[in-house]
């Protein structure tokens, strides 16, 4: 079965650097796109960008681009997702979502991995 | 293109239908998704195509719609229902969600 597991919880400062992990499984990863989702607390969702897995090519939200990099590891199938210089507004659980085929919309998501910014 | 969602809240009995709205602010080609988010668990695509519900999804779910005006209707509500539910136009990029529905128990 599909599966995407992410990594643990982390607390940062701010002006640091997070990098959060996405394991893939149960499918050919190489197939699909990986997008990634936050939710601050009490909050709706954002998009954040999304990677080819095939071709590596990225594209970011306009917000985010300058403190975003996504990348993939076809050999590990696994995604990430690195944002830099963090703000306390950061704080959010990070969300990976597989996107489907032929506009099917993002079929399946990771556990979520809270990141919390405080000093 | 910006989602809007209305209701903010629908409060609601079990067995009573459903109905949320989800309205762009120009034509999204039908590249529309609905989303349900229960607390502590990550968004479940529920429908996609505007229309087409996804393989699991019982058939209580139906959306419907085209173009800027979209609906989602949950036709008798069962307890696991409750929850808040997401309109996602997924043709971009950007991507864009609304800013969701709460569905709670009356």
């Known amino acids: 079965q599909v599966q995407l597991v992410q990594s643990g919880a982390e607390v940062q400062k701010p002006g640091a650097s997070v990098k959060v992990s996405c394991k893939a499984s149960?499918?050919?990863?190489?197939?699909?796109?990986i997008s990634w989702v936050r939710q601050a607390p009490g909050q709706g969702l954002e998009w954040m960008g999304w990677?080819?897995?095939?071709?590596?090519?990225?594209n970011y939200a306009q917000k985010l681009q300058d403190r975003v990099t996504m990348t993939t590891d076809a050999s590990t199938t696994t995604a990430y997702m690195e944002l830099r210089s963090l703000r306390s507004d950061d704080t959010a659980i990070y969300y990976c979502?597989?996107?489907?085929?032929?506009?099917?919309?993002?079929?399946?998501w990771g556990q979520g991995t809270l990141v919390t910014v405080s000093s | 293109i910006v989602l809007t969602q209305s209701p903010g809240t629908l409060s609601l009995s079990p067995g009573e239908r459903a109905t949320l709205s989800c309205r762009a602010s120009q034509s999204t080609s039908d590249y529309l998704a609905w989303y349900q988010q229960k607390p502590g668990q990550a968004p479940r695509l529920l429908i996609f195509?505007?229309?087409t519900r996804v393989a699991g999804i019982p058939d209580r779910f139906s959306g419907s719609g085209s173009g800027t005006d979209f609906t989602l209707i949950i036709s008798r509500l069962e307890p696991e229902d409750f929850a808040i539910y997401y309109c996602q136009h997924y043709g971009g990029p950007p991507i864009t969600f609304g800013q969701g529905t709460r569905l709670e128990i009356k």
């Open positions: 979502a597989r996107v489907g085929k032929a506009g099917t919309g993002f079929d399946y």
């Open positions: 149960g499918y050919t990863f190489v197939g699909f796109a």
């Open positions: 990677t080819s897995t095939y071709t590596g090519n990225t």
């Open positions: 195509g505007a229309s």
